[in-house]
């Protein structure tokens, strides 16, 4: 029987183990964290139970896909999120409900758009056209090197190609004339890691996939389930999870990777490695490549860093939906100095889900469940977090001012994790929260490769390498490298 080291059980390494047990693999992951889920993780305190990292899914159908692919019945229970989201506007009383109902959506905007459903219709027509040309062709294949890659691109319709050089922000100022509808539209800029004044036009394709394709959708019983099941899973096909074990090194014989080693020292022997640690740092800081040192690492494009605050709060905030976002009112100021700033923002922009609105066994009869995440600079830019209380306490007490209900005073557990814990906790190189950004130059090709350059039993798995980050894209990502392992070593 052949064998398999998996390093990390991130959703990445996890669904690689549940393919590559299918297909008859003995799998062994290891793993640095004390859990698995690597950033769909868990935080348990005190009878409240919190959602470490992602709160929504999207793209459902993969996760049907790799349960299919096992032939086991996806376990997983989804709700499709309708609103999608709430957002509150400084110095605005009332949030803006997010619906997916084109007419709805007009409605709840009547006041400062007009006939919103035919501009958005075809704005998100057009964001549909970007995503069904590019979906197959180019994000769910594997390329053996660049001009592969270039030639699967030239098969994309020439009528998008204008698209890469505009960016999101013109195409959302040409179509509609509220600031208020062009933020929302350009918002998942933010999930890509970089800002709609950067990102290409093309990337609305986000937007068609929030708002027409398959929407969000949250996991019954909170997005931990997730992860519990796949490992009631990976137990009945015999995978093996180890815990606190951190890889830290490797010997390798004749072009192959003959074991990896742990921090005491342990040796880990497999016919075939797949790391699930981030694709590029893990090239420079465990195997010591010269074209991830932390030099050419640091000038690479990464996602910003997470600041989360997981606060249980007696009573309950009626202001507060599953999903809600907290806007301030200079938008591209702010999106325009947030990945460099050496400085916490005195006015934070962030975003809470509140996971005990709909999951009642999350939180103790009557109280709240409250995820934050604010958006910061990763470490390369603010390196110390020694103040990170400061701001929790400004967050926090905005959000109550927002929505109208003391948190301070009601707070029964609070738990805040910054950049360097982030960093720390799961090795996410300085804290980036999505792994590597997705700007032209760091996708397809152009992003570290699924298959190792040297080592011909070494590949990655996750956010950081094809075809890149997010729950649905890792599980992509788990796809391709299976594929190219069965390529490889038939
Ligand atoms: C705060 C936050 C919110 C998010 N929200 C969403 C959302 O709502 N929806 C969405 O789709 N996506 C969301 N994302 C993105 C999503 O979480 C990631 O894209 C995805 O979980 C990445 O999975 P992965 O398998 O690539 O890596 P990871 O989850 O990072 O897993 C990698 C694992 O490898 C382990 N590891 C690393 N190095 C080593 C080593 N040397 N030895 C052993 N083990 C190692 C780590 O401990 C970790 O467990 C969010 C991310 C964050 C941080």
Not at 257 to 281: C, P, Y
Not at 441 to 465: C, I, M, W
Request: proline share 4%; glycine share 6%.
């Amino acid at each position: 029987m052949k064998t398999a080291v998996i390093i990390g059980s991130g959703l990445g390494g996890l669904s690689t183990a549940l393919r590559l047990a299918k297909k008859g693999y003995k799998v062994t992951i290891l793993e640095k964290h004390t859990t698995p889920g690597g950033r769909l993780n868990v935080l348990e305190m005190d009878g409240f139970r919190f959602d470490m990292g992602p709160s929504f899914m999207s793209m459902t159908y993969e996760l049907d896909e790799l349960f299919n692919s096992i032939g086991v019945k996806n376990p997983i229970e989804l709700v499709e999120l309708d609103p999608l989201y709430q957002v509150f506007f400084e110095g605005k009383e009332k949030p803006r409900l997010i619906w997916k109902d084109l007419a709805k959506l007009e409605e709840e905007f009547k006041d400062v758009e007009p006939n919103l459903a035919e501009k958005a219709e075809k704005y998100l027509n057009r964001a549909a056209q970007f995503f069904h040309d590019t979906e197959d062709k180019v994000v769910k294949s594997n390329f053996n090197n660049k001009l592969e890659y270039i030639l699967k691109l030239s098969r994309v319709p020439l009528k998008h190609l204008p698209y890469l050089f505009k960016t999101m922000w013109s195409e959302v100022d040409k179509r509609f004339v509220s600031e208020e509808i062009k933020i929302i539209f350009s918002l998942v800029a933010f999930f890509l890691g970089s800002t709609p004044f950067q990102t290409p036009a093309i990337y609305s394709l986000l937007n068609y996939t929030e708002m027409k394709h398959n929407g969000y959708w949250k996991v019954k019983g909170g997005m931990y389930k997730m992860v519990e099941e796949i490992v009631k899973v990976l137990n009945q096909f015999g995978v093996e999870i180890v815990y606190n074990t951190e890889i830290v090194g490797l010997g390798n014989n004749n072009g192959a990777v003959s074991e990896m080693i742990d921090q005491n020292g342990k040796r880990w022997t497999a016919d075939l490695f797949v790391s699930n640690s981030d694709a590029a740092s893990f090239r420079g800081n465990v195997l010591g490549r010269k074209k991830f040192s932390e030099e050419k690492l640091d000038k690479m494009h990464w996602t910003l860093s997470p600041f989360t605050i997981y606060l249980g709060v007696k009573g309950k905030v009626d202001k507060l939906k599953h999903h809600n976002y907290f806007l301030g009112s200079n938008f591209k100021e702010y999106a325009d100095t947030i990945f460099t700033a050496t400085e916490n923002p005195q006015k934070p922009y962030y975003y809470v889900n509140a996971l005990s609105k709909s999951e009642e066994s999350c939180a103790p009869s009557g109280c709240e469940n409250l995820f934050i995440l604010c958006p910061v600079p990763d470490l390369r830019f603010k390196k110390d977090w020694s103040d990170k209380e400061s701001l929790a306490d400004n967050i926090i007490e905005d959000l109550a001012k927002r929505t109208g209900y003391d948190i301070k005073n009601n707070i029964m557990v609070k738990k805040i994790l910054a950049p360097d814990d982030w960093a720390k906790m799961l090795n996410l190189y300085k804290g980036s929260g999505l792994g590597l950004a997705h700007d032209i130059d760091q996708v397809g090709a152009f992003r570290p490769k699924n298959k190792d350059e040297h080592f011909n039993n070494l590949y990655y798995v996750g956010a950081s390498t094809t075809p890149g980050t997010g729950l649905p894209m890792v599980i992509i990502s788990s796809r391709l490298v299976t594929e190219r392992i069965e390529k490889d070593h038939a």
